[in-house]
């Protein structure tokens, strides 16, 4: 089992639809982070957390540390958020990540 | 602007050949990293460096080897000893975890895609 599952492994969803993205880890972690990578695959940080919630724009991310469950909720989507949306976890020693193996999101207009 | 520099974006490798990636940066972060990354995977750890002139291997570092002279440069070289180069490969950066840069997310380049012909 990886230490970082996400699901769904593909998602499929018309403009401005809600969107939940969903990242379960098993290790003690001292961030998560939520990352996006465009086609050409160059990533771009999106979020850290280490507790509660944080919103940019349509994007809000939430951790739930007791249950070691994060979500990424993307509002009123857009076919240009489409993109894989990768969910990592840093440990409580170093600064190593540990990467889920990514959701393929796919909006359509 | 600052950020983090990858070449070549494409890369070609004859077989039993060595190729270095090139990762640059100028956010005057300590930490560097290369990741790989293949297909329906999430990304692996190669080699990673926290300060000049010293790295670590990381969960997959046979055949593949760094060197980290400068803070701004971590280049990978892959080797002929790797035996299934083909992937992606992205390189980052990060402050230390210490101090008051301590809680920044690692900044990614835009990776070099590397095939064999």
């Known amino acids: 089992k990886n230490e970082v599952e996400q699901s769904p492994q593909n998602l499929t969803a018309q403009e401005g639809e809600f969107i939940t993205i969903n990242c379960s880890y098993s290790?003690?972690?001292?961030?998560l982070h939520w990352l996006q990578q465009h086609p050409g695959g160059g990533i771009v940080s999106l979020f850290m957390?280490?507790?509660g919630k944080k919103k940019h724009g349509r994007l809000i991310a939430t951790i739930n540390i007791q249950e070691k469950h994060s979500s990424l909720h993307i509002t009123a989507s857009h076919p240009r958020d489409s993109a894989v949306y990768i969910c990592?976890?840093?440990?409580?020693?170093?600064?190593?990540?540990?990467f889920g193996e990514g959701t393929q999101l796919t909006v359509n207009p | 602007d600052g950020g983090i520099t990858q070449s070549p974006k494409y890369l070609f490798r004859k077989e039993g050949q060595n190729v270095t990636l090139s990762c640059e940066q100028n956010?005057?972060?300590?930490?560097m990293y290369w990741y790989r990354q293949d297909p329906g995977q999430g990304l692996r750890l190669i080699y990673y460096?926290?300060?000049?002139?010293?790295?670590q291997k990381g969960d997959i570092a046979e055949g593949y080897s760094v060197s980290r002279e400068k803070k701004e440069s971590f280049p990978l070289t892959v080797t002929s000893a790797q035996k299934n180069p083909t992937a992606f490969y992205l390189c980052?950066?990060?402050?230390?975890?210490?101090?008051?840069?301590?809680?920044?997310?690692?900044?990614f380049g835009d990776g070099t895609r590397l095939s064999i012909l």
């Open positions: 980052a950066s990060s402050p230390p975890r210490g101090g008051a840069l301590g809680n920044q997310p690692q900044h």
């Open positions: 290790v003690g972690i001292s961030a």
């Open positions: 957390l280490s507790s």
């Open positions: 990592a976890v840093r440990g409580t020693s170093g600064s190593r990540l540990t």
């Open positions: 956010l005057n972060h300590d930490a």
């Open positions: 460096s926290q300060i000049v002139n010293d790295f």
